[in-house]
């Protein structure tokens, strides 16, 4: 379902994320971990198109986002760590917007933003202007802005940061679906006790390289997550 | 602590002028030179030669009529207006509605601090505004009258208390939009409505003012006695610029105690304000069937509610939209006059009253910008249009459709009462429409290019993009520039040319600029937008 090639961006002298390899197969949640700037989001950006990148190759679906990034972006959905959305509209035609440009039709349309906001009682606001949200309110909305089309990826930069924990639970629930349903899921988080129980992979970065991927069993082997975690970053 | 928030908020007003978003780094000490001498030039050259001229016509008669206090009166009365008309709009923003406010209040800044910091970007505003009319009016006034101490000393302090005055009634009248818009549901419209208000009733007093003045001129000492018998106060301010050290005194005491009581008033209601959310009802959400769009339409209809959800960029971008309409309907009910005063001024000169009509339509328009902000208002929320399906070039054409629809329908609209007020042959009247809209189109897409070039996504008010960015200057003094170039190469060569072909000539050119740069738009620009 994604499947990066030897990535490699560089910022001025530094190498942000260096010859990065990795593949997602569809129906995988894939964690990402590393310390702060290690590049998870400089990878996540780079996958989702916002931002070009020097070397490599990155496949979405099959189709390459350097060359194609449209039908690309089309079969996927991006949410960033800070959900910076359009403080000038009210959630309803954000929600709107977004589903204009998927093409999602109208009873479609009505229906998904009806169970997706019942399910984060988000319902009530979303008349409201996006300026009068919340972090956690905003965070909702930028999940079922995500969920809208049905993409068939979903990559998320630290997507439970500003969650209560009923809305966490409902994510965690709502991204299991989207991989039973064939989907792929791929998630950074500094939360090693959600990695650790929520997904099939896990891919640890470091100074833009990857140290260790593979199955939680794989990665982790008898020890927890934190402890192979902060083994390798002590490394 | 104070002097940090300064700094901070220098670097804010002056970020342009130190830092290259283009090529994200700081400018070289001879760039940072380049760009205030530039702005200094632009600043003086064009409003300071302006209000140079007015000193030097009034100047000399009214001091030699022993009226120099009036002389004074009437240039700072005129600095007042400029320099608090040209703040007052960005005073409610600049002060309440920065996005650092929850920062620095979370932080252990003493509120003073802030609202000082805040008050200087406020403060330099209306200085410069104030000191294109002001400045030129003392410095003339030391030339042509008198130049010993106390009138040197009495320039400054004009000068000084002029600019203090214009913060307190900025101040003032942005505190009333403050404590208005905390109450209010559609702020955008109601504020764009008020300050329409006001800028009807600036211009209503401007145009008087011409009148009023010659008035003045013709009989200013009978006037000066009567201003100077009735009104002390404002005899008295006047005497200031004269070097009087008991107006001097008096107005330094007043405008001080002024000051003092402004400041103590926003300080004690600055948090309310700032963190306020407002009581107004909640608008109730009701579930219904969406009317479905393309993504062309969806971003269209994207960049017109951005464009409509600040009074802010409405009235420093679109102003053209309703002068245009007001323009239209204006000749429609005095053209029957105008035409004919026009074809005796210009002559024989065929088709010439076609072609100055057809220049001030266009002059109009060129204070439609909106597009030149568009980009850099995109902000940290750019990732949005970023990640979505949408080619870079789909985006951009979205902000340019925006730029058209709200230019060129009302640029067409006013071109047709020209037309039905001037009758011209029918070859005149397509060159006409042709002429109006290939210059909105060019302007559009010339704006658009001078957007993209220099960028600011990381700002924390969004006055900077929309008010005070080198883009937007740049792209109001060009199409001014480009008027006044289209306008004065007629009267120079065209009028030989005749009309017809002076203007078929002109749509040429724009057509070709305007298709050169489209196609650059669709290339280097799009893929420029796509990795901003």
């Known amino acids: 379902m994604l499947r990066i090639e030897n990535l490699t961006k560089t910022f001025g002298d530094k190498k942000a994320v260096d010859d990065l390899s990795l593949h997602i197969a569809p129906g995988e949640i894939y964690g990402f971990i590393g310390h702060n700037g290690a590049g998870k989001t400089t990878t996540l950006r780079s996958a989702a198109g916002i931002q070009q990148f020097d070397k490599g190759e990155i496949y979405i679906d099959g189709v390459s986002i350097k060359t194609d990034p449209l039908t690309a972006k089309a079969r996927m959905a991006y949410i960033p760590d800070n959900p910076d959305l359009y403080d000038f509209?009210?959630?309803?035609?954000?929600?709107?917007?977004?589903?204009?440009?998927f093409?999602?039709?109208?009873?479609?349309?009505?229906?998904?933003?009806?169970?997706?906001?019942?399910?984060?009682?988000?319902?009530?606001?979303?008349?409201?202007?996006?300026?009068?949200?919340?972090?956690?309110?905003?965070?909702?909305?930028?999940?079922?802005?995500?969920?809208?089309?049905?993409?068939?990826?979903?990559?998320?930069?630290?997507?439970?940061?500003?969650?209560?924990?009923?809305?966490?639970?409902?994510?965690?629930?709502?991204?299991?679906?989207v991989c039973d349903g064939g989907g792929a899921i791929f998630f950074s988080t500094h939360v090693l006790e959600v990695a650790e129980k929520l997904c099939d992979k896990v891919a640890i970065i470091k100074q833009g390289q990857l140290i260790r991927s593979g199955t939680m069993e794989e990665v982790k082997g008898d020890e927890s997550l934190e402890e192979v975690f902060l083994e390798l970053e002590a490394e | 602590m104070l002097k940090l928030l300064l700094k901070k908020q220098m670097a804010e007003i002056f970020r342009s002028y130190l830092y290259n978003v283009k090529k994200n780094k700081a400018r070289s000490k001879g760039g940072v030179i380049g760009m205030i001498v530039l702005f200094a030039v632009l600043m003086i050259g064009v409003l300071g030669g302006m209000f140079t001229f007015l000193s030097l016509s009034m100047?000399?008669?009214?001091?030699?009529?022993?009226?120099?206090?009036?002389?004074?009166?009437?240039?700072?009365?005129?600095?007042i207006i400029l320099g608090t008309f040209g703040s007052v709009f960005s005073t409610f923003s600049g002060l309440y509605l920065a996005k650092d406010n929850d920062l620095l209040l979370s932080m252990p800044v003493p509120v003073r601090a802030i609202i000082t910091s805040r008050l200087l970007g406020v403060y330099l505003l209306g200085l410069m505004y104030s000191g294109v009319v002001i400045l030129p009016a003392v410095i003339v006034y030391w030339i042509k009258g008198a130049h010993g101490v106390p009138q040197i000393v009495g320039g400054l302090l004009l000068i000084l208390l002029i600019s203090v005055f214009v913060l307190i009634l900025s101040c003032a009248l942005g505190y009333v939009v403050a404590r208005i818009s905390v109450k209010l549901k559609n702020k955008s419209y109601i504020t764009t409505i008020l300050a329409l208000a006001f800028i009807g009733l600036y211009y209503f007093f401007y145009f008087k003012a011409?009148?009023?003045?010659?008035?003045?001129?013709?009989?200013?000492?009978?006037?000066?006695?009567?201003?100077?018998?009735?009104?002390?106060?404002?005899?008295?301010?006047?005497?200031?610029?004269?070097?009087?050290?008991?107006?001097?005194?008096?107005?330094?005491?007043?405008?001080?105690?002024?000051?003092a009581a402004t400041w103590i008033?926003?300080?004690?209601?600055?948090?309310?304000?700032?963190?306020?959310?407002?009581?107004?009802?909640?608008?109730?959400?009701r579930e219904k069937t969406a009317r479905l769009q393309s993504a062309d339409q969806a971003l269209f209809r994207k960049?017109?509610?951005?464009?409509?959800?600040?009074?802010?960029?409405?009235?420093?971008?679109?102003l053209s939209t309703l002068m245009l309409i007001l323009g239209g309907a204006a000749v429609l009910w005095k053209g029957g006059e105008l035409v004919p005063v026009l074809e005796n001024i210009l002559g024989d000169a065929e088709g010439s009253v076609a072609v100055l009509l057809c220049v001030g339509v266009c002059m109009i328009a060129s204070m439609n910008d909106m597009v030149v902000p568009s980009i850099s208002l995109e902000g940290k929320q750019i990732w949005v249009v970023q990640s979505l399906p949408v080619s870079g070039w789909q985006v951009l054409k979205a902000k340019l459709k925006v730029q058209l629809g709200l230019t060129l329908i009302p640029a067409l609209f006013c071109i047709a009462c020209v037309i039905i007020k001037l009758k011209p042959p029918v070859l005149t009247l397509i060159l006409m429409v042709l002429f109006v809209t290939l210059y909105v189109i060019m302007m559009a897409v010339v704006d658009l290019w001078i957007g993209l070039l220099s960028p600011n996504l990381n700002w924390t008010n969004e006055l900077y993009p929309i008010k005070q960015s080198m883009s937007v200057l740049l792209a109001l003094l060009g199409s001014f520039a480009?008027?006044?170039?289209?306008?004065?190469?007629?009267?120079?060569?065209?009028?030989?040319?005749?009309?017809?072909?002076?203007?078929?000539?002109?749509?040429?050119?724009?057509?070709?600029?305007?298709?050169l740069i489209l196609l650059w738009l669709r290339g280097r620009g799009a893929k420029r937008f796509a990795n901003l």
Not at chain 1, 89 to 101: C, E, R, T
Not at chain 2, 62 to 72: A, I, K, Q, S, T
Not at chain 2, 489 to 515: K, P
Request: hydrophobic share 45%; charged share 20%; proline share 2%.
């Open chain 2, 59 to 79: 100047c000399e008669p009214l001091y030699e009529g022993g009226l120099g206090w009036l002389y004074f009166l009437i240039m700072g009365s005129i600095a």
């Open chain 2, 303 to 318: 960049e017109l509610n951005r464009f409509t959800a600040s009074a802010n960029y409405m009235l420093n971008c679109g």
């Open chain 2, 265 to 285: 008033v926003l300080s004690r209601s600055f948090i309310k304000i700032a963190t306020a959310t407002g009581d107004t009802a909640k608008v109730k959400y």
């Open chain 2, 210 to 259: 011409q009148v009023l003045l010659q008035n003045l001129l013709n009989n200013m000492a009978v006037y000066g006695e009567k201003i100077k018998g009735s009104a002390g106060l404002l005899y008295r301010f006047g005497r200031i610029g004269e070097g009087d050290w008991t107006a001097m005194l008096i107005y330094t005491a007043v405008i001080g105690a002024l000051g």
């Open chain 2, 482 to 515: 480009l008027v006044i170039i289209l306008g004065g190469l007629y009267l120079l060569v065209g009028v030989r040319l005749g009309g017809d072909l002076y203007m078929g000539l002109a749509c040429v050119l724009m057509a070709v600029i305007s298709v």
């Open chain 1, 103 to 177: 093409g999602v039709g109208a009873q479609e349309r009505k229906e998904r933003i009806h169970d997706l906001a019942e399910r984060f009682e988000l319902t009530a606001d979303l008349g409201q202007p996006i300026a009068s949200y919340s972090h956690g309110m905003k965070q909702k909305l930028a999940i079922i802005s995500a969920w809208i089309h049905t993409p068939r990826l979903i990559m998320m930069d630290e997507p439970f940061v500003g969650l209560d924990p009923k809305a966490s639970r409902l994510l965690k629930d709502m991204m299991r679906e």
């Open chain 1, 89 to 101: 509209m009210s959630g309803i035609k954000y929600l709107n917007f977004i589903a204009d440009i």
